[in-house]
C-alpha cells in the first residue's frame, strides 16, 4: 500500500495566537501558562473535568523542565496536531490544546455530560428491559455493544451541521445487512448541507425519498431492545450526539404496529395484541369519519333502535354533524396537546378533568350530542395503541381528512380517501424498498411475523431485506 504525504500549509499550522484569536470573547475559554517547562495550554473548562485535567495537564508539566516535557509528549494519550482545524475542533470537543516549542499536541480531558440510563419515558415497558438510550452517543453504542457481542457489527462515523457539527454514527452487522443500502445511507448523511442538526427525528427528514409525505419513512426509537432486533433483521442504525432516539431502515408501514413487547410473550398473546393495534388503526381513523357520513346521507344504515335516540340526542346540536364533529376532535387534540406539555401530575388533572367536564358540559349545553362523545373519545383512546408516537399524530391528522370528505360526499367520500391513501402508501419507497413491504411486493415468509407474532419455531428465516448467507435465525434444538 502507497501511503501519499500530503503538503502542509505553513498558515494552517496550528499556533497559540491563531487559536487564542479563534476564541476570542469566550468567556468559557482559559489559556495556562507553566513558566518552567514554557507549556502553554488552552482548553474550555466548561467542557473539561477536574480529575482529567489534574491527570492530564497539572500534574505532568507544573514541575517539570523541557527536556522532561519532550518526553512526556512521546506518550499516546498525547496527539500532535499538523492543521488548525483538527486543534480548534479537539477544543471543541473536550481536549485541551498544549503549544510546545512550535508544535501543537491535544489531549483528551473531557468529562461526560448527561443523564444516567434509565426508562424511556416516551415508551413504556411492561414486559422487557427496562434501559433506554440517552443523549451521550457514545453511551448508545455501549448498550448496543452489551447487548450484540459480535465482531461483525460495523460503525461508521460522520459529522452533520455547518454550525453545530453533530457527530452521526451508523450502525450494521456486516454479512446480514445489505452493503448497498449502507453506502446509500453514508452517501445520503455526507451531502446534507444544513447549519445544524439536534435530533435524529430531524435527521431523517433530511434524509428520505418523500420528504412531503405526512407519514414516517424511518422507525425512530428509544428501546436497545427495539433496535438490537432491527440490526440482528439485516437493518441499518443511526444515532445523533445529543439525541436519544435512534432510527432504523429500511423501515415498513407495519413496523410501526409491532413492538418488542410482542416477543416477550406467549405467541398467541402476543398476536392478539398485535392485531388489536391494526384495529385501533382502522377505528381512530374511520369511526368518526364514519359517524358524519352516516349521520349526513345514510340514516338507512343505522339500526332502528338505536336511530331514535340518536334524533333525540341530534335535536338540540345546532350545528350540522361535518361542523360539530370537527369542534369536538379539535377539542380534544387541543387536550391531548395541553397535557403533554404540561408538568406530569398537572397534565394527568387536566386530561381527565378536562375531557369529563367539557364533554358532559357540551352535551348538556346542546352544544353536542352524547353520542359524537362517545365516538371521538373511543377513537381517540384507539388512536394510543399505535406504538409509534410519530405515526399516531400522523394517523390523527388523516382522520380529519376523513371526516371532511364523509361530510362532504359520505361513503363516497371514506372510500375516495382510503383510495388515496393506499395510492399513497403504495407509491412511497424507504431506501429503495417499498413502503408496504411485505404485502406489495408480496412475500408470505415475511408475513408470518408482521400481521401476527408467529412462534419461534416458526420463524427460522430472517426479513428478506437483509443479505446474509446464512439465512436461519432461529433453530430448534432436537
Known sequence: MKIFQKHVDINELPSLEQTIAEFKD???????????????????????GNTELFRAIIHPFTHTTEEEVADILQYAPYQPVHDRKTCIKGILDGHAAIFFNQNAYIVDVSESIGRTIEQSETESVIIGPHDGFVEDIAQNLGLLRK???SAQLKTMKFQVGEVTKSDVIIVYLEGIANQELVHMLADRIQNIEIDMVLEGNMLVQLIEENPNSIFPQFMTTERPDAIVSKIVGGRIVGFVDGSPSAFSCPTSFFDFFSSPDDYYSRWLLGTAIRLLRIAGFALTLGLTSFYVSATTFHYEMIPHTMLYNLTESRSKVPFPPLLEALIMETTIELLREAGARLPTKIGQTIGIVGGIVIGQAAVQAGFT??????????SAIASFVVPSYI??????????????????????GLVIGIGFMVIHLAGITNMGTSYLTPVAPLNMNDILDTFIRGPFWSLTKRPSISKSKNTIRNKMRK
Not at 403 to 411: P, V
Open 369 to 378: 350530542s352524547n353520542i359524537l362523545v362517545i365516538t371521538v373519545a373511543t
Open 147 to 149: 447487548k450484540i457481542k
Open 26 to 48: 469566550c468567556m468559557d475559554f482559559t489559556h495556562q501558562t507553566f513558566p518552567k517547562s514554557h507549556v502553554d495550554v488552552v482548553y474550555l473548562p466548561t467542557l473539561a
Open 391 to 412: 405515526m399516531s399524530a400522523s394517523i390523527r391528522l388523516i382522520r380529519f381528512g376523513f371526516i371532511i370528505l364523509a361530510g362532504l360526499l359520505g361513503n363516497l
